[in-house]
Nanobody, 124 residues
Framework: VQLQASGGGLVQPGGSLRLSCAAS????????IGWYRQAPGKEREGVAC????????YHTEAVKGRFTASKDNVKNTAYLQMDSLKPEDTAVYYC??????????????????WGQGTQVTVSS
């Protein structure tokens, strides 16, 4: 399993970024993709998740209405569209997947396969 997150960077408050997660080595169209983040000094948290078929599922309350998880099963790539970014969104963002766990509308498990993260910094 290989997952590579990219697309992070420095953005001003109110700005947007789209993170990508390039995947290989597993049946991408059959597995959910989760997005997690970890800010300095804080525990890792689940941010958003998309079903195997590409339907946005769980989104943590802090990002509802601002972030949207999606996936393209032709390109084997998942995305996290982040709008109206806030300084508290600053973190390293990771994508992850699992062959036997999946996300629902109200929950997001800790997936077992992770890629390298991408840094998102929201600052003026």
């Amino acid at each position: 399993v290989q997952l590579q997150a990219s697309g992070g960077g420095l953005v001003q408050p109110g700005g947007s970024l789209r993170l990508s997660c390039a995947a290989s080595g597993f049946p991408f169209r059959s597995q959910s993709i989760g997005w997690y983040r970890q800010a300095p000094g804080k525990e890792r948290e689940g941010v958003a998740c998309v079903s195997a078929g590409g339907t946005p599922m769980y989104h943590t309350e802090a990002v509802k209405g601002r972030f949207t998880a999606s996936k393209d099963n032709v390109k084997n790539t998942a995305y996290l569209q982040m709008d109206s970014l806030k300084p508290e969104d600053t973190a390293v963002y990771y994508c992850a997947t699992d062959p036997v766990l999946w996300c629902g509308n109200t929950y997001m498990p800790n997936f077992g396969s992770w890629g390298q993260g991408t840094q998102v910094t929201v600052s003026s």
